[in-house]
């Protein structure tokens, strides 16, 4: 069972009062004034962001006339979203949007990753996490960049357990060579990729896109996720990282392009017998 994340049952709690309030034909701004609240933190509930008080909760059930069950079902989410997550521990150094996208991962049942250069963070050796944090940010205090390594770190527990994430990770052979943090730590990564794709084979998809590829649309762009969830009410969410940014997109259209492209690189990569292969070579060739 996928564990429960604070931030799932926060974005779906809020999905659901959204829906429930435009089939009742209430705007956002009647809404919020006959359950006592803003418009702006209605809005904000709506998206996920922000949760009800068990008293407003109740008045927005009078208002939006739930049924029993359902009435339930977003008390239960309530609940399930006051609940603080392993992230929150972390609100000092890391954004709002990125904390919500570890809230999203932890709770997420699928996901599908494209990397360009860089081994993907859920398969990094804390070593090769270190050395691009370091890189990445050069004038941040030692102590900083451990709890960064550490959160990186605690993130990969979703890969084993009794339901771990299904995992399919897309990688250019790029990264299988670019030296980070010098030849040892890439000898260390590499091993650790091999280690990895062996025990988790029934759950861990590792795909590598040779240097012969011709080209797909993924293909020199920003590192991205695409997460997927156990309620079939909750639609698939798109994580992107660029050099100056990182960025959680809902768009139903943009979640399709990156999609899209997701399923043209797989085309282009090695099958998962034959990656594995390509990291064993790379990693003789140290």
Known sequence: MTPVSPTVAAWSLGLRVRDKREEGGLSGAAAAKKIGIAAAYLSDVERGKKNLSADRLEVLIDVYELPDDEAEEIRNLREQATR???WNKYTAIFSTDMLRFFGFEHGAESLHTYDS??????LQTEAYARAITEAGS???RLAEVDRRVNARLTRQQRLVGESPVQFVSIMSEAALYQQIGGPQVLAEQLKHLEKSIEALWETLALQVVPFE????HAMGGSSFYLM???SGQLPTLLWQETVTSTQLIFDPMTVREYSLAHTEAIKCALSRKDSLKQIREAYKRL
């Not at 250069?117 to 859920?122: A, I, Q």
């Not at 590829?213 to 797909?216: K, L, S, T, V, Y």
């Open 138 to 140: 050069p004038n941040v």
């Open 228 to 230: 997927t969830f156990p």
């Open 213 to 216: 590829a011709r080209g797909h």
């Open 84 to 86: 603080r997550g392993w």
């Open 117 to 122: 250069d860089l081994v993907n963070g859920l």
